[in-house]
């Protein structure tokens, strides 16, 4: 059973910087696609940056350029930096996990509701 532990989260202020964690036991990169989410409640989650078990690494538009997902294997830490945080970034962010032999198609590693595993989410909080 995957597991997946995220911590980094916190308040910046606009124009600051933050890495995100997910610490994941029960799992190997080699074997499962992994992206990171975030949710503001009454939303729907946005997939932010997804990596495969390929090295293929998809990003949404909107934190292109500003945010880079990576992962180190000997760590079992997937990770989110993100610079040039903006207030509308501001919202409870989570990784999640699935199973690359169940995973449909590699473009599609933004939704979220292909993912089987997520963890309890990590908040960040950008002043203006």
């Known amino acids: 059973q995957a597991q997946l532990v995220e911590s980094g989260g916190g308040l910046v202020q606009a124009g600051g910087s933050l890495t995100l964690s997910c610490t994941t036991s029960?799992?190997?990169?080699?074997?499962?696609?992994m992206a990171w989410f975030r949710q503001v409640p009454g939303q729907t989650r946005d997939g932010l940056a997804g990596?495969?078990?390929?090295?293929?690494?998809k990003y949404a538009g909107s934190v292109e350029g500003r945010f880079t997902i990576s992962q180190d294997n000997a760590k079992n830490t997937l990770y989110l930096q993100m610079n040039d945080l903006k207030p509308e970034d501001t919202a409870k962010y989570y990784c999640?996990?699935?199973?690359?032999?169940?995973?449909?198609?590699?473009?599609?590693?933004?939704?979220?509701?292909?993912?089987?595993?997520w963890g309890q989410g990590t908040q960040v909080t950008v002043s203006s």
């Open positions: 999640a996990a699935e199973k690359a032999s169940l995973f449909p198609a590699r473009w599609l590693l933004l939704n979220w509701d292909l993912y089987t595993y």
């Open positions: 029960g799992l190997s990169f080699d074997d499962y696609v």
């Open positions: 990596i495969a078990e390929n090295g293929y690494i």
